[in-house]
């Protein structure tokens, strides 16, 4: 057990939330340090020392700081986890987990960012139609990778079902999830609102999200 974790974060972010997903799921206590980054805390001095991409999450342990959620979440596994359920250690399993873990990185986070950060930063409303198809491709994409199985790499929860599930219940700020046309995501995100206290880590902060972004975007 660590002596000290610290998780700087805002729960309106998917990644943040992600590593909370992961965080309650090994037990681990840990310091929660809100920051603002509506107000730009990310930008002061002493979060650029930290984190000089100034993104959240953060992950701060015992002096090593570890960022980007997906570092974060394998590193938390390595590191806490009592048993490789989250994230195998066989290679072929771990590296289906990778491929979510990056598939995340890449196309499904980038497809919600992509909107968000030209708000945030310049107040752009207008999303125009290759960013709304980033995120109706993202979905479908979810769908096939689900298959017949209940969580995203097969029969067991992992932590790609932690950053992935973060990012695509948020996906809605944008773009509703149509549950006929992706009736597989829509039982899987049901089916990861069952977990333990995931209101509280997850869907408490996904509605902040997307009360923050919906009412003001204009899809083309
Ligand atoms: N790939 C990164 C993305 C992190 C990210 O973009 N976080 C956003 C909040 S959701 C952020 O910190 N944005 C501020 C910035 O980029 O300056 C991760 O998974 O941690």
């Not at 610290?6 to 943040?16: A, E, F, H, N």
């Not at 009592?82 to 873990?101: C, I």
């Not at 986070?109 to 995120?135: A, T």
């Amino acid at each position: 057990m660590s002596d000290k974790l610290i998780l700087y974060g805002m729960d309106i972010s998917p990644p943040v939330r992600a590593c909370k997903l992961t965080l309650r799921a090994l037990k681990l206590d840990y310091e929660y340090k809100e920051m603002d980054l509506l107000a730009g805390d990310h930008f002061k001095d002493e979060f650029l020392k930290k984190n000089p991409q100034h993104t959240v999450p953060l992950l701060e342990d015992n002096g090593a700081l570890i960022w980007d959620s997906h570092a974060i979440v394998c590193y938390l596994v390595d590191k806490y986890a009592k048993s490789d359920e989250l994230y195998p250690r066989d290679l072929v399993l771990r590296a289906r987990v990778d491929q979510r873990l990056f598939f995340d990185a890449s196309i499904l986070f980038m497809s919600l960012r992509n909107v968000s950060i030209p708000f945030f930063l310049r107040h752009v409303s207008l999303v125009p139609k290759e960013k709304v198809d980033n995120i109706k491709d993202a979905y479908g994409h979810l769908e096939k990778f689900l298959g017949d199985n209940p969580y995203l790499t097969g029969s067991q929860l992992t932590i790609a079902d932690f950053c992935c599930g973060a990012t695509a219940s948020s996906l809605a700020a944008v773009l509703d999830l149509d549950e006929k046309k992706y009736p597989k995501v829509a039982a899987w995100l049901e089916r990861l609102s069952k977990l333990p206290h995931y209101e509280e880590d997850n869907l408490r902060g996904t509605k902040k999200y997307i009360n923050l972004l919906k009412p003001v975007l204009n899809l083309e």
